[in-house]
């Protein structure tokens, strides 16, 4: 009932910037928080940043000052621009949704991810 498609990943030197998408589409009443996740290679998935709707977000530490999340309700669009990158921010990003449809209540759902590269 909810689609959620990742935009905006590629390689970019260290120290770079990247913007993330993710557009939401489908059938939902509403759409509660939406954020990004990473899962590098060997690594478990990680939480970056989040944001309900009433504009309140949150960082992981290890992004904190360097990352943006913002979200064009209008579109049902989330962003994600991240600065000052390091080798480390490699990773596949997904974003994560909590939403609402006919059928369930505040459920999850997932993009299919995108892949950023950080590397010299």
């Known amino acids: 009932q909810v689609q959620l498609v990742e935009s905006g990943g590629g390689l970019v030197l260290p120290g770079g910037s990247l913007r993330l998408s993710c557009a939401a589409s489908?059938?939902?009443?509403?759409?509660?928080?939406m954020g990004w996740y990473r899962q590098a290679p060997g690594k478990q998935r990680e939480w970056v940043a989040a944001i309900t709707s009433d504009g309140s977000t949150n960082y992981a530490d290890s992004v904190k000052g360097r990352f943006t999340i913002s979200r064009d309700s209008a579109k049902n669009t989330v962003y994600l621009q991240m600065n000052s990158l390091k080798p480390e921010d490699t990773a596949v990003y997904s974003c994560?949704?909590?939403?609402?449809?006919?059928?369930?209540?505040?459920?999850?759902?997932w993009g299919q991810g995108t892949q950023v590269t950080v590397s010299s």
């Open positions: 994560n949704a909590i939403a609402t449809t006919q059928y369930r209540f505040e459920s999850d759902y």
């Open positions: 489908g059938r939902f009443f509403s759409i509660n928080a």
